[in-house]
């Protein structure tokens, strides 16, 4: 599973932003099921940038959006990700495709 979150950032803000996301992602890291990530900042709109993490599996992501750590150290800057869906499943030739659905029928 792939979750990219993106955010819009004033330029005057991006040391200070920079030092957040890094240590959001180093949060994010260290719980269970984390298999890699990037930080990186567009070339061609220096305000705009992005967190890429790969989980094992959804589950392994949620829980650590859960966990302590995490929420003392990443969710403040988390939550100024552009309003958009962010996870997403990897596709190859055999992946049998998630489907949408509600998630209950209230």
């Known amino acids: 599973m792939i979750v990219v ?3 819009r950032v004033p330029e005057c803000d991006a040391g200070e932003f920079r ?3 890094a240590q959001a992602h ?3 890291a260290a719980c269970p099921g984390y298999a890699g990530g990037t930080v990186g900042r567009n070339v061609d709109d220096p305000t705009l940038w992005v ?3 790969t989980w094992e599996n959804v589950g392994s992501y949620r ?3 859960s966990s302590y750590d995490v929420k003392l150290r990443a969710v403040a800057v988390l939550s100024r990700a552009l309003d958009e869906p ?3 499943e ?3 030739g055999d992946t049998v495709l998630n489907t949408g659905s509600p ?3 209230g």
Do not use: M, P
Request: aromatic fraction near 8%.
């Open 19 to 21: 030092a957040a996301l």
């Open 63 to 65: 829980r650590a959006l």
């Open 5 to 7: 979150s993106r955010f």
């Open 26 to 28: 180093a949060a994010l």
């Open 103 to 105: 998630r209950s029928l």
């Open 90 to 92: 990897v596709v190859t």
């Open 51 to 53: 967190l890429t993490t």
């Open 86 to 88: 962010s996870a997403y």
